[in-house]
T-cell receptor
Framework: GAGVSQSPSNKVTEKGKDVELRCDPI?????LYWYRQSLGQGLEFLIY????????KSGLPSDRFSAERTGGSVSTLTIQRTQQEDSAVYLC?????????????FGEGSWLTVV | GNSVTQMEGPVTLSEEAFLTINCTYT??????LFWYVQYPGEGLQLLLK?????DKGSNKGFEATYRKETTSFHLEKGSVQVSDSAVYFC???????????FGAGTRLFVKA
């Protein structure tokens, strides 16, 4: 697609429910990243994919968080048993690959509110 | 580890004022440096970048020079406009690294 597409754009969920956030990267981009932006905070790195592989999952906040990518394209971030502190904007980004000079392109984010 | 430190906001300026947003970094290698901007209600987008020492990135009247000796990448604009009101993020990506590390962001308000 023309840009990074994320869905849903807004999600309100009850504490304890599971949520899935979807990211569709720019066509041809092999690297995909998930970040979290809490209110008034900077960007917290969660996980990245090179192709379908996620070599480093240490940025995920807890074992309630998981992510997968299939076909080298769409990625899903899943949060199980959501807590109020999970409320944030979840940003997905992609780049051609992980080379240092490559620009990463962000989607508009999925705003998650846990009530 | 690698990190980015940028000046705290908010920064409030009048239209046509000179803007500087300071950014310094810590990195083990030779990183690429970026400024991203987030306009109200929009996603982050790249503003400018520099991939090696002494490079100057520029876009939309904004400039930043990669200073290895001072490990800095300060953002400047000679004359800001109301439409420049946004949050600005300094970021780095180290050689051989896989993630882009962001500063906390600096909110800029420009008054007419």
């Amino acid at each position: 697609g023309a840009g990074v597409s994320q869905s849903p754009s807004n999600k309100v969920t009850e504490k304890g429910k599971d949520v899935e956030l979807r990211c569709d990267p720019i066509s041809g981009h092999t690297a995909l990243y998930w970040y979290r932006q809490s209110l008034g905070q900077g960007l917290e790195f969660l996980i990245y994919f090179q192709g379908n592989s996620a070599p480093d999952k240490s940025g995920l906040p807890s074992d309630r968080f998981s992510a997968e990518r299939t076909g080298g394209s769409v990625s899903t971030l899943t949060i199980q048993r959501t807590q109020q502190e999970d409320s944030a904007v979840y940003l997905c980004a992609s780049s051609l690959d992980v080379a240092s000079g490559n620009t990463i392109y962000f989607g508009e984010g999925s705003w998650l509110t846990v009530v | 580890g690698n990190s980015v430190t940028q000046m705290e906001g908010p920064v409030t300026l009048s239209e046509e004022a000179f803007l500087t947003i300071n950014c310094t970094y810590t990195a083990t290698g030779y990183p690429s440096l970026f400024w991203y901007v987030q306009y109200p209600g929009e996603g982050l987008q790249l503003l400018l970048k520099a991939t090696k020492a002494d490079d100057k990135g520029s876009n939309k009247g904004f400039e930043a020079t990669y200073r290895k000796e001072t490990t800095s990448f300060h953002l400047e604009k000679g004359s800001v406009q109301v439409s420049d009101s946004a949050v600005y993020f300094c970021a780095l990506k180290d050689t051989g690294g896989f993630k882009t590390i962001f500063g906390a962001g600096t909110r800029l308000f420009v008054k007419a």
